[in-house]
C-alpha cells in the first residue's frame, strides 16, 4: 500500500505495480496528482510541470494492479511486516464513478460558488467540481461541506441535469479492511502557512503571496490564464521581490529550524519565469541569506539568474514589510549585506515558503506508530534513509525531509526497492494479466469499417448535429456499420462495439468521439476483446477539436466533424495490425563500482531475488567512502562500511569481481552482453545480463591552489577528518584554524557546487572545537549550503564560536606563508573590508569532481553531462535511468551527494533495475520505425538523426533499427532521402491519406 | 478550457514534429490547402529530445520552395507551445487563421478552379 498520491506515491505505486505487486494507492483527496500537479514550470530546464506528470497519472489510473482509493484516509494499522491489516475509511464521492463522464454539465449547472483550493484560493469553483483538467481519476465530486443540498436539504441541480445519471446523494462512507505485506509513506508536505505570523502583510495585502499562489498565477491554467498581473488590480507588475526562508530556517516562529532546500532553486525558476512573461521588463529581487543551489546544475541555473536574466539577489534580513508609497504596493525595510538599513517599494511580493508536515500526517504517524524528529518529518537512520522506526513500513520524499522532486521520485523508487525485496516470494502472486481472444488475421482483405459516434451527452451533440455526421460517415468508402450513442465509452456501448464487430466481420474501428490522449487505450481493448488487433483503432476527435472549441458555431462545427470522420475514415482504411514481439530477460544485473552506492544496489537486487556481478576496478570494494570516518550526525561510516563489505562478500546471490574493468558492451535491454577483464591477470569473462547499474562514484578534486601539498599546514577536509580521531594532542595546539570552503568549486572550471562540502565543513568545525574549545575556528565561504536537517549543525556550530565570514566570490582568499604560520587574506563581505587572518592550520574544502567517465560512457552509448558526470533521462522525473534502457545510474557518479542520498539513489537504481528483471519476457515492437533494406542506400542519415543512436548499419550493409530500443519518434522515417524507413502506425500513406481525405472533397 | 478558436483548423496527429517531412507539407498544399502549421514542443523541451528543431528546419525548408513556385512562405509556419498551454494554442490559431485571410485562398487553388489539371 502506498499512503499518498503526489508525485511520490505515483512512482512507487508503479514501480511496485510494474515488478509483479499489487499496490493500493491511498489518496485522501478526490484524484492523484499532488502539489506537482499545482506548479507551473520545473527547474532547472524550466519544463512545464503538468506537461511531464500527466503521462504518470494516466499510466497510473490505467494500470490493471494498481486501485486507486480516493477520498480515503487510513484510520488504523494492525499486524506486522508482510502481514499488516490497514483499516481505511472512504468518504463519499457522490457521484458513480463507472457512470461519470466528467462532462462537467455537473460543474456548471451547480449554482455554489467558492474559493478554489486547487488555485490557492485565487479562483472560484463549483461544489460539484473536479480539481484540474488532467486530474486522475477523472470523474466529478461533490464537495460535502459547501454543497447546498447537504447545507439546506434542496437544490440537486446537478442531478437534474446529469446526462448519465451519475450523481448519486445516497453514497455513504465506506470503511475497509486491506491486507497488505509492506507499505510506503508518501504523504508529502503543505506549503508553511505565513498567516501565522503577522509580520509579512500576507492576508492584508492581496500583492503579498505564497510561491505556490505564484505557481497558480503564472500558470496557463491558472486564475490569469498565465498572463502575469497581481490581484489587488490585475495590473502587470513592474517590480517583483522574493523573501526567502519563511517558514524556514528560524526557531523562533513554530520551531522550523530546517532548511527546506527547495525554496532557493524554486525562486530563482520564478524569477526567471516571471522575466519571461514581461519580455524582460520585470525587475525582479530575492532577499536571501543563503542562496542553496546545492542540486546537480542548479549553481548554473543561478548564475544564468544573476548575468543573462539579471535577477537581482540581496543578501539581506528583513526588517519590515509594510504598505508602499503606491496603492496596493509594499515597502520593504532591509538589512543588505553590509549591515546597513535599505528600503524599497515593490508591486508585489512572494513569499518563499517552506515545507510543512501537515498536521494529518502527524496524527497519520501516530495511528501507525511511526516515529518523527523533532520538525515532525519522518525519523530515519543515516544509513537507512527510507525505513521508518516500524519494520515493513517505508518512507519517501517530502515526509522523510523537504526536498525535491527528483530526489523524491528517487526516494519512491528506493522505497518500492525495499518493500520488494521484503516481498519477493509474493511477486507475481496477486497481480492480473489480461487474456484476449486469439487475432483474427486481416491481411489482404478488404477495410470493413464500423463506425461509432459519440453524443457525450450534450457535450458533443448540443453543438454538433451528430445524426447528420453519421449518416455522413455511413456513405464513405469500407463504412458498413455507422451508429450513434449517447456515450460511447459507457460499458454497453463497449458490447455493442464487440458485437457490430463479429456480425459484420469488421476489421477496422473507428470512433468519433474526444481525445486518443484519455480514451484510446479504452477501445482499443474493446477491439482486442474481439479478437482484433488493437491497432485496426481509429479516432476522431469531434469534442475536444470541435465542439468544445466552437460551441458557437454549430454549421461550421458540423461540417468539420464531417472533415474529421472523413480523415478518421481515410487513415483507417490503411491501418494495418502491429505485433509485438517477446524478448526473453537475462535475470542478472551486473553494477559497475563497488563503493557504498554500488554495494547498496547489489545486496538489494540481490535481496529482490535476482543474480548480482558486482564489478570493482580497484582492489578492494568500499569506494570513497572509505576515506569518511563520521556522518554529520556522527554514525561510524567506517564500520557501515565493513559490514556491507562482509554482506556483499558472502551474499550467495553476488559475485564479486575486483580489479576488474569493462573491456566490451554490446546488447539491449533485458539481454546485454559485457566483456570483462578480471584480476591482476587480466583473464576475460563474458557475462550475460539483462540490466546494467552504473555506481563508479566521482573524486576528491586535487587543489593546485592554496599552498596545497606545498605547506604541511595545509590540508584538505578528508585529511583533517582523518587526523580528528588519531591525533588529538597535536590538534589541541592549534590556535587559528582557516576553513576555505568552494576550492574546486562554483568557479570556471567547475562552475557546480559540490553540495557536500558545507557540511564537511560544519562537522569538522565542531570536533575541532570539541576537542579545542578555545581553538578560534573561521570558515571563510560563499554561501553556507547547510540544507535540510544539516541547518541544525550549521547553527550548533555558529553557537558554540565558529566564525562564519563570506568572502567576496570574485576573488579567491590568498594564502600565504609569513613566519611559520599562514596568512589568509580576503575581502569580507559583511565587513566590507580587506582582513587577514593569521593561523595555524588553513583547511580546504576541496570539491567533488566527475572520474574517469568518458571511457565507460562510450562504451555503454550513454550520454555526459558537460562536468562528466552521467547524464540521467529525464532530470526530474527519471533521475536513475538512463537515456539508453536497462542501463541506470546512482551515487556520486550522477552527482556530488550524501551517503544518505547515494543509499537512496542506490536503491532506486535497484528498483528500475528489477522492475525489468521482473519481466520473464519484454514485450518489444508496435509503434516502432522499420527499414526497407530494398530501398536503404546505406547513406547513415538515420544513424545521425535518431536521438537514441538506435540505427546501424548491419552485416548486409544497410540500417537496421532494433524494436527493442526504437522509441516511436519518427524522425528517422522523415529524415531518410530514400523513403526507405516508416513510422508504423504512422506511416506516408496513413498521413497523406488524411490530407487528400482532408483537402479533396472540399 | 474549452477556448474558442477559429473553425478552419483541422488537426493531423503525429507522435512528434519530428516525424513532419516536407512531401506531407508540400502535398497538402497541393491538394489546395491554405496554410499549414506544425505545432510542437516548445524548444528544449522535445519530449523526444530535439524532434521539434528538425521539424523546424524543414518547415523553413518549405516555405523556400513555396516562395520559390509562387505560393506564398508566410503560409507555413513552426510554432512551440507548451502541451498544458491551452491560452497560447488558441492564440495560434487565431493568428494563424487571420494570417491566412489576409493573404487570401491559395495561389494553387486558383489555379485548380480555373480548370488546369492538378
Known sequence: MVVGGGIGGIQAALDLA???????????????????????????TNDCSMCILSPKLVECGNHLNIEILTLSEIESVAGEEGDFHVRLIQHPRYIDVDKCIACGTCAEKCPKKLADDYNTGLMKRRAVYIRYPQAVPLKYVVDKENCIYFEKGKCRACEKFCPADAIDFDQKEIERTIDVGAIILACGFQPYDPAISDSYQYGRSPNVVTSLEFERILSASGPYQGHLVRPSDAREPKKIAWLQCVGSRNTRIGNKGYCSSVCCTYAIKQAIVAKEHSDGLLDTAVFYIDIRTHGKDFEKFFNRAKGEMGVRFEKSRINSILPGRDEGNLEITYLNGEGKVAKEDFDMVVLSVGLDIPQESIDLAQKMGIELNHYNFVRT???DPLQ????????????????????????????????????????HTLTKEKEYPEEVDV??????????????????AGVIDVTEVTEYASKLPYVLVAEENLFTCSQDTQVKIKENIREHQLNRVVVVSCSTRTHEPLFQNTIREAGLNPYLLSMANIRDQDSWVHQSNKAGATEKAKDLVRMAVASAAKLSPLYRTKLPVVKKVLIVGGGIA???????????????????????????ARNIQRTLQGDDVREYVANLIEAVNHHEKVEVLTEATLAGFSGTKGNFKTELSVGPTMHHREIAHGALVIATGASEYRPKEYLY??????????ELENMLSTEGEKIKGWKNVVMIQCVGSRNNANPNCSRVCCQQAVKNAISLKEINPEANVFVLHKDIRTYGFAEDYYRKAR?????????????????????GKIHVTFMDLALAREITLESDQVILSTGVVAGNTEDLASKLKVPLTSEQFFLEAHVKLRPVDTQSDGIFVCGMAHSPKTIDESISQ???????ACRLLSQDWIDVGGIVARVDPELCASCLVCVRACPYEVPFINDEGVSEIDISSCQGCGVCAAECPAKAIDLLHFEDTQILAQISALLEAS | MRLTYPDSIRIIRLPCTGKIDVIHMMEAFRKGADGVYVAGCLEGECHYLAGNLRAKKKVEYTRKLLDEIGIEGERIEMYGIAASDGPRFAEVAKEMHEKIMDLGPSPVKRVVRKGVPS
Open chain 1, 18 to 44: 510494474d515488478s509483479g505487486f499489487y499496490v493500493y494507492l491511498v489518496e485522501k483527496s478526490s484524484s492523484i496528482g499532488g502539489k506537482m500537479s499545482q506548479l507551473d514550470k520545473t527547474f532547472p
Open chain 1, 381 to 383: 537512520g543515516s544509513f
Open chain 1, 388 to 427: 521508518t522506526s516500524r519494520p515493513g513500513i517505508f518512507v519517501c520524499g517530502a515526509f522523510q525531509g523537504p526536498r525535491d522532486i527528483p530526489e523524491t521520485v528517487i526516494q519512491a523508487s528506493g522505497s518500492a526497492a525495499a518493500a520488494s525485496s521484503l516481498l519477493s516470494g509474493q511477486r
Open chain 1, 443 to 460: 491481411t489482404g482483405k478488404e477495410p470493413r469499417i464500423g463506425l461509432f459516434v459519440c453524443h457525450c451527452g450534450t457535450n458533443i
Open chain 1, 598 to 624: 554500488g554495494m547498496t544496489a547489489a545486496l538489494n537486487a540481490a535481496g529482490q531475488g535476482f543474480e548480482v556481478i558486482l564489478v570493482e576496478i580497484e582492489k578492494e570494494l568500499g569506494g570513497f
Open chain 1, 709 to 718: 601539498g606545498e605547506h604541511e599546514s595545509v590540508r584538505t577536509q578528508v
Open chain 1, 799 to 819: 553557537e558554540i564560536g565558529v566564525h562564519f565570514m563570506r568572502y567576496d566570490e570574485h576573488e579567491d582568499p590568498i594564502v600565504e606563508r609569513a613566519d
Open chain 1, 906 to 912: 542506490a536503491m532506486a537504481a535497484s528498483a528500475r
